[in-house]
């Protein structure tokens, strides 16, 4: 499978802990994206890299958050002390640099209890 | 900054009638207009784009879409609807100067009636 993959799948957590999560993009992409989708609505961007370069990060990725690329293939995005609102799809991203279309991972359903 | 409205939360449409999924956009200038596809359990599947040139677009799955700039739109038509269309659409447009970054709408809910 040469698509955009992401680990886990689904994962439920308390209040408080700690979650790492990760995305591998098609490997000859060299952006990588990073969005959150909440039930009844639409993904809304949290950031993202070029190689491994962070680039772009929105206002909603709070200090709690910490997205890495360190040799510019895989992501992992990193929630601290997470809350209920963090429950979420966070989903993945890659593409080609210069307006190519976007390739979307599974995602991650992330549970905060 | 851009921003992209689905007026159309929910929508029901009998197999084989025509479909018509309506999406307005605000971008300060030539916009980059997606529609993508999320059936459940699944990701984002791309249908169709809008980077520049002829305004009605081909895509997938016998969807086209039409880019109107004077009405800031990019409306998502089929002819004839299958049951396995019954998923959710989102609009979105994408940002030159941030990378492509994506913005969606709040997404239709197609549901297909036997």
């Known amino acids: 499978d040469t698509g955009v993959s992401q680990d886990p799948r689904h994962k439920i957590t308390k209040r408080g802990q700690n979650v790492t999560f990760r995305c591998d993009p098609i490997s000859e992409h060299n952006r990588l994206y990073w969005y959150r989708q909440t039930l009844g609505q639409g993904p809304e961007f949290l950031t993202y890299f070029q190689n491994e370069a962070q680039l772009e990060k929105s206002r909603l990725l709070s200090d709690r958050f910490s997205a890495e690329r360190p040799k510019g293939s895989f992501s992992t995005l990193e929630i601290q002390r997470t809350e209920q609102g963090d429950s979420a799809m966070y989903l993945c991203a890659s593409s080609l640099p210069f307006f190519n279309e976007q390739f979307f991972g599974p995602g991650t359903r992330l549970t905060v209890l | 900054a851009q921003s992209v409205t689905q007026p159309d939360i929910h929508i029901t449409v009998s197999e084989g009638a025509s479909l018509e999924l309506r999406c307005n956009y605000s971008y300060g200038a030539t916009p980059y207009l997606f529609w993508y596809v999320q059936s459940p359990g699944q990701g984002l599947q791309l249908l169709l784009k809008?980077?520049?040139?002829?305004?009605l677009v081909q895509g997938i799955k016998g969807f086209e879409a039409e880019f109107k700039r004077s009405q800031s739109s990019f409306n998502l038509r089929k002819p004839s609807v299958h049951w396995s269309d019954a998923a959710e659409y989102f609009c979105?447009?994408?940002?030159?100067?941030?990378?492509?970054?994506?913005?969606f709408g709040g997404g239709t809910r197609l549901m297909v009636k036997p």
């Open positions: 809008y980077f520049s040139g002829d305004t």
């Open positions: 979105a447009v994408g940002a030159h100067d941030a990378g492509n970054m994506l913005t």
